[in-house]
């Protein structure tokens, strides 16, 4: 085993495959309708048959929940309805056992308004705790400046007893913390080392590029407030906080550390991943999953060249010291195969294994969203009463109470966009609530969970789910998939997307059809390696995938 593939060093990081859990919406143990940790522990065989190396699990921790768990009350508790410390430490071990690591979300730009600092804090100017959270007083009885929260409204919220303003980049309950304050960053190594202790291997970090904020606060300009992320991300002192935060909390431990790079460019990519600056091992940088996105953030439709373009140019940009992330969903994002595959009925399950095949032959590692290996499809959202995220809230209110445009209008970009089409319940039955639940479920299970389900898949060895297993195991048998060398073959074409792997050993050919209709192009020829039909014609058929050893 050599120590370096195609100039890369080899990181157990590199090699694996990441599979994410919404507890919330995974599985529900004891009735009340909402997933836990025991429900988690009952799955890990499931988990572990798709043999992915890494269970990341979004927030598990004390919350509110004003953004389900990403409003942390308290960073050393499990919250209540997911259980306890003995049912997190059992869910490790068991992980464990199974091979599996485990790491866990990171989410300190932000505390909840209910965390014991921020009640210190908000209580008078001269608490200790004051300086932990970012306050300034309001210029005539207007917020300090126009700084917009990603959740809609302005991120100022102005509070008694004091008067005072303090900064919110997210909802009214997530109060920023101040990272200049260097015991803010000192609590923070400090719970790090907590869960490092207990055994959690790495972190994925919440929007951890806005934790520096630009000094003095400037106004937004009109061009900068559609998109305010590529401000917040950009602060003077990200890097300095991420290199002592690797010092202090992270050295000595062997872990994996991915940053959500909300607003972060690729230019910007390096300066957060090359191996010789101590940052962090990967970040998820958003140019894919914002193809779909116009200027002001609404949907709009996305072109296969302009999507195989992002690809080319991340590996032109990152040499070998900087590693990527695939990724094509996640608990904010529509599901994979309703967004950039076809979810009719007679393409779910093809177009669902093309993504697979993408997601795990391209360079990078691979993050898998619970139910992507189901095929699982968005939510057939009729009316604004049926979602539960905060966020499609605060634009409903903003935008449709306010008469800016019609419910209709509304729901149509929500039905393309809403975070709450990955947040729906897992599917595991045909029977009552998918399984999910054996009460009530706290967000509606899709109601496709008749044909869709995880008991179903496990019994068809041609399910997605099967087809999941397949190719994570073809990517663990082929270096070439993991470190080898990318190069598009048809940029151009407007349905085909065609690429090669290629290490000193050996050349892989992914081809994959991106429409409905046959295409016919010219390939070089290899073996077969896997693919999402069950023989080989020339023409590549309705959302074929192939892949091929030259
Ligand atoms: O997300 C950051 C974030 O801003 C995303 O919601 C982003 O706006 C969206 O993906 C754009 O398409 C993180 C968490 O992942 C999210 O669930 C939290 O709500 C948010 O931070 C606040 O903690
Ligand atoms: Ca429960």
């Known amino acids: 085993m050599t120590d370096t593939i195609n100039g890369y060093a080899r990181r157990?990081?590199?090699?694996?495959?990441?599979?994410?859990?919404?507890?919330?919406?995974?599985?529900?143990?004891?009735?009340?309708?909402?997933?836990?940790?025991?429900?988690?522990?009952?799955?890990?065989?499931?988990?572990?048959?798709?043999?992915?190396?890494?269970?990341?699990?979004s927030p598990h921790f004390d919350s509110p929940n004003a953004d389900n768990g990403y409003d942390i009350r308290d960073y050393r508790q499990v919250m209540a309805e997911f259980g306890d410390m003995a049912d997190f430490d059992a869910l490790r071990e068991a992980l464990h056992a199974a091979g599996i690591k485990l790491i866990i979300d990171l989410v300190v730009n932000h505390s909840s308004d209910e965390h014991a600092w921020f009640v210190e804090s908000r209580s008078s100017r001269d608490n200790p705790y004051r300086d932990y959270?970012?306050?300034?007083?309001?210029?005539?009885?207007?917020?300090?400046?126009?700084?917009?929260?990603?959740f809609t409204g302005s991120a100022w919220q102005k509070d008694e007893p004091t008067g005072d303003y303090y900064l919110h980049l997210f909802a009214v309950k997530q109060p920023d913390l101040n990272w200049d304050n260097p015991k803010v960053r000192a609590e923070v190594h400090d719970l790090m080392r907590f869960w490092l202790d207990r055994g959690v291997d790495g972190f994925r970090m919440d929007v951890i590029p806005f934790i520096s904020k630009r000094p003095g606060?400037?106004?937004?300009?009109?061009?900068?407030?559609?998109?305010?992320?590529?401000?917040?991300?950009?602060?003077?002192?990200?890097?300095?906080?991420?290199?002592?935060?690797?010092?202090?909390?992270?050295?000595?431990?062997?872990?994996?550390?991915?940053?959500?790079?909300?607003?972060?460019t690729l230019d910007q990519t390096p300066l957060f991943v090359d191996d010789r600056r101590g940052e962090l091992d990967m970040i998820f940088q958003f140019d894919v999953v914002e193809i779909d996105r116009d200027a002001q953030g609404k949907w709009t439709p996305w072109r296969l060249q302009d999507f195989k373009?992002?690809?080319?140019?991340?590996?032109?940009?990152?040499?070998?010291?900087?590693?990527?992330?695939?990724?094509?969903?996640?608990?904010?994002?529509?599901?994979?195969?309703?967004?950039?595959?076809?979810?009719?009925?007679?393409?779910?399950?093809?177009?669902?294994?093309?993504m697979a095949t993408l997601l795990l032959t391209l360079k990078g590692t691979p993050f898998i969203y619970q139910g992507d290996e189901l095929a699982m499809t968005n939510y057939p959202f009729t009316d604004i009463s049926q979602f539960d995220d905060l966020w499609i809230k605060g634009q409903w209110r903003e935008e449709v109470e306010s008469g800016r445009i019609t419910a209709d209008a509304f729901l149509a970009n929500q039905m393309k966009i809403s975070r709450d089409h990955a947040r729906t319940p897992m599917q595991w039955t045909p029977g009552a609530n998918g399984g999910f639940t054996t009460g009530k479920p706290w967000l509606a299970v899709n109601p496709n969970t008749a044909a869709i389900n995880a008991e179903h898949a496990l019994t068809q060895t041609a399910s997605v789910y099967h087809y999941f297993a397949e190719m994570i195991a073809l990517r663990?048998?082929?270096?070439?998939?993991?470190?080898?060398?990318?190069?598009?073959?048809?940029?151009?074409?407007?349905?085909?997307?065609?690429?090669?792997?290629?290490?000193?050993?050996?050349?892989?050919?992914?081809?994959?059809?991106?429409?409905?209709?046959?295409?016919?192009?010219?390939?070089?020829?290899?073996?077969?390696?896997?693919?999402?039909?069950?023989?080989?014609?020339?023409?590549?058929r309705g959302w074929e995938a192939r892949v091929t050893r030259l």
Not at 37 to 52: F, M, R, S
Not at 240 to 252: S, V
């Open 217 to 264: 606060l400037p106004d937004l300009t009109e061009a900068q407030r559609a998109k305010p992320q590529f401000v917040y991300s950009d602060g003077p002192r990200v890097h300095e906080y991420l290199q002592e935060m690797r010092r202090e909390a992270l050295a000595p431990y062997d872990t994996l550390t991915v940053g959500e790079a909300f607003g972060v």
């Open 133 to 150: 959270y970012i306050w300034h007083p309001g210029t005539d009885g207007a917020p300090p400046n126009n700084f917009t929260s990603i």
């Open 12 to 57: 157990w990081w590199k090699e694996a495959v990441v599979y994410q859990i919404y507890p919330r919406a995974f599985k529900d143990s004891n009735g009340d309708g909402i997933g836990d940790l025991k429900g988690i522990l009952e799955q890990v065989p499931y988990i572990k048959g798709l043999g992915v190396d890494v269970v990341w699990l």
């Open 309 to 354: 373009a992002i690809f080319s140019r991340h590996d032109a940009a990152l040499d070998a010291h900087c590693w990527p992330t695939v990724f094509f969903s996640n608990h904010d994002n529509p599901r994979v195969v309703s967004r950039y595959g076809d979810d009719r009925p007679q393409w779910r399950e093809l177009s669902a294994k093309l």
């Open 476 to 540: 663990k048998t082929h270096a070439a998939l993991v470190y080898g060398d990318y190069r598009d073959l048809l940029p151009d074409h407007p349905q085909v997307f065609a690429f090669t792997r290629t290490t000193p050993d050996e050349t892989l050919l992914v081809a994959l059809n991106f429409s409905d209709t046959d295409v016919t192009v010219d390939l070089p020829h290899g073996i077969r390696m896997a693919g999402n039909y069950a023989d080989e014609r020339p023409a590549l």
